[in-house]
């Protein structure tokens, strides 16, 4: 005879403006977590985008620094974000740089085909591919690789240095909300492959 297991179905109380106005100014992680279990639960675009809100507002007052301490672990939590930010750039640069050097390894495979079939060209085509094309991209790659492992480095350190419990976890949407006024800033890196040092007068 088999037995029958029971599910118990949690059943998320709906909450009215003026709830959610009270949990926002409580700014406590029980508020929080009331409000997100509510946003998840409601159908209502509406009720759901006030309760966000809401939930921004709490944060807020919960994540905000009270001493000399938490401001610096607050500062060091944006700037692990900014890191983290780059280091996921740099994923993806190798990766780009990975599927050109398929698409140059491919242009190679051609290349070999033409100059094989127009041999009185050999001489005069021959550079039109070169494995130079390859190895410059490969070693960008491991440039890279040495940057990104220093920058992965120095993140886990400095999350070792965050003692505020409450900012080990704090969500990144909450740290874009601030303007640090850093002077540099990961996020707007960009790129010059310039030979003349058009970027450094800018």
């Given at each position: 005879m088999s037995k029958k297991t029971n599910k118990s179905v949690v059943v998320i109380k709906e909450l009215s403006e003026s709830e959610l106005q009270k949990l926002a100014?409580?700014?406590?992680?029980?508020?929080?977590?009331?409000?997100?279990?509510?946003?998840?639960?409601?159908?209502?675009?509406?009720?759901?985008?006030?309760?966000?809100?809401?939930?921004?507002?709490?944060?807020?007052?919960?994540?905000?620094?009270?001493?000399?301490?938490?401001?610096?672990?607050?500062?060091?939590?944006?700037?692990?974000?900014?890191?983290?930010?780059?280091?996921?750039?740099l994923y993806m640069k190798i990766e780009n740089i990975e599927s050109n050097i398929e698409k140059l390894m491919l242009e190679k495979k051609v290349h070999e085909k033409v100059l094989s079939s127009h041999k009185n060209k050999k001489e005069e085509w021959k550079y039109n591919w070169m494995q130079d094309f390859v190895t410059m991209e490969e070693?960008?790659?491991?440039?890279?690789?040495?940057?990104?492992?220093?920058?992965?480095?120095?993140?886990?350190?400095?999350?070792?240095?965050?003692?505020?419990?409450?900012?080990?976890?704090m969500p990144l949407r909450h740290l874009e909300h601030y303007d640090f006024n850093m002077d540099h800033n990961y996020e707007n890196d960009t790129d010059c492959d310039c030979d003349e040092g058009c970027c450094e007068n800018e």
């Open positions: 100014h409580e700014g406590t992680k029980e508020a929080i977590d009331k409000i997100e279990k509510y946003i998840k639960a409601e159908p209502d675009y509406e009720k759901r985008s006030y309760a966000e809100i809401a939930l921004g507002e709490c944060e807020m007052f919960y994540y905000q620094p009270r001493n000399e301490k938490e401001e610096e672990d607050f500062l060091l939590s944006e700037l692990i974000r900014r890191r983290e930010n780059h280091i996921d750039d070693n960008k790659i491991a440039e890279i690789k040495d940057d990104l492992a220093y920058d992965e480095a120095w993140v886990a350190e400095a999350k070792k240095i965050i003692t505020t419990t409450r900012y080990r976890n």
